[in-house]
């Protein structure tokens, strides 16, 4: 399936996961779903916080992946970055896709077209890798607790298994195939910017290790995030029930990658595997897991979209202290 079809059919896959989330929420009860939420409330703190340090960690690791040219980017820039990437992550149809535009359009003024979606490319690599990283601890887990022959083990194994493998083959397509010399035969007016692209994706092996240590940080963090949502749903934190269910989580997103949000499919993928975490079928508990995580992930983009606001800055004229630095700033009357 081509990405224009997927395109088109978004709109229908949205509706499908939509109605997919209301079934599901029907059968576990949406009394017994609105009581469970409203109980975990108190945990949204913690869990846009986590996923803010997952997002941020992972920017961390894009970040090292420019290279020396790292240093130019003003920290401002890449905390702006890293809000307008993650609002795009949450609220735009594309996803992650939406995310790498996001921050390649924020790095090209300072460290140039080239380099910027070298290290958006690269980063795939990592990214790949730390998830390999939480499916395999996932799968462990999974065997150690449900068996070897249990569905959620051998689907880990899987997932993980083919996240090790498209991670090393990029990286090996990425340090040893000159891409931008290929792309710059077909269009030759892009043989300079092609040229930029293979010397920024040469890096030195650390700089991948460094990216690959902020992307594990970041899949930790989700672990965590899944502690605090078993605590919300009145759930015992248990160190593998944690781990379990961001498993759970990375399986759901997986098959869910062509709806946008993942809407019903995590969900779903709980619902499914539930027994992993002993609970029974349909449960209100299950549902309600992700359905809070969605909720801190929209409240978290709602907060950035109001700092990424122009009109904040506009605010900011009329706080106390404000007036003192307009008028350091502008030059005194001439008498």
């Not at 970040?63 to 980017?73: A, I, K, Y």
């Not at 709980?270 to 809070?292: D, I, K, R």
Request: charged share 10%; proline share 7%; with cysteine.
């Amino acid at each position: 399936m081509t990405r224009p079809l997927i395109a088109r059919l978004r709109p229908l896959l949205f509706l499908l996961g939509v109605l997919l989330l209301a079934y599901l929420v029907h059968r576990a009860g949406p009394g017994r779903v609105l009581e469970t939420a409203r109980a975990g409330l108190s945990y949204l703190p913690f869990l846009a916080l986590l996923q803010g340090a997952f997002y941020l960690f992972e920017n961390c690791g894009q970040r090292t992946l420019l290279g020396p040219d790292r240093h130019r980017v003003p920290t401002s820039v890449f905390l702006r970055a890293t809000l307008t990437s993650y609002v795009a992550s949450v609220l735009v149809p594309v996803g992650r896709a939406g995310a790498e535009v996001a921050r390649v359009s924020a790095y090209s003024p300072h460290v140039g077209a080239p380099r910027a979606l070298a290290a958006s490319t690269a980063f795939q690599a990592p990214a790949l890798i730390g998830t390999a990283v939480l499916g395999g601890l996932c799968a462990v887990v999974s065997w150690i607790r449900l068996g070897a022959s249990a569905p959620l083990t051998w689907v880990l194994v899987v997932h993980a298994a083919g996240s090790v493998a498209l991670g090393a083959l990029l990286f090996l397509v990425l340090s040893q195939v000159p891409l931008g010399r290929y792309f710059s035969r077909l269009f030759p007016s892009l043989a300079a910017r092609a040229e930029s692209f293979d010397q920024a994706t040469a890096l030195p092996g650390s700089a991948y290790l460094a990216a690959i240590g902020w992307c594990v940080l970041a899949r930790a963090s989700e672990i965590l995030q899944y502690g605090v949502l078993l605590a919300a749903v009145g759930l015992p934190i248990v160190p593998e029930s944690a781990i379990l269910a961001s498993g759970i989580q990375i399986v759901g997103a997986t098959a869910g990658e062509a709806i946008p949000g993942q809407l019903g499919a995590i969900e779903s993928a709980f619902v499914y595997f539930g027994s992993a975490l002993g609970l029974p079928p349909h449960s209100s508990h299950a549902v309600t897991m992700p359905l809070l995580a969605r909720v801190g992930q929209y409240g978290l983009a709602a907060v950035f979209l109001l700092i990424l606001n122009p009109w904040l800055s506009k605010l900011r004229r009329f706080l106390p202290g404000a007036r003192s630095e307009r008028d350091r700033e502008s030059p005194a009357p001439s008498r």
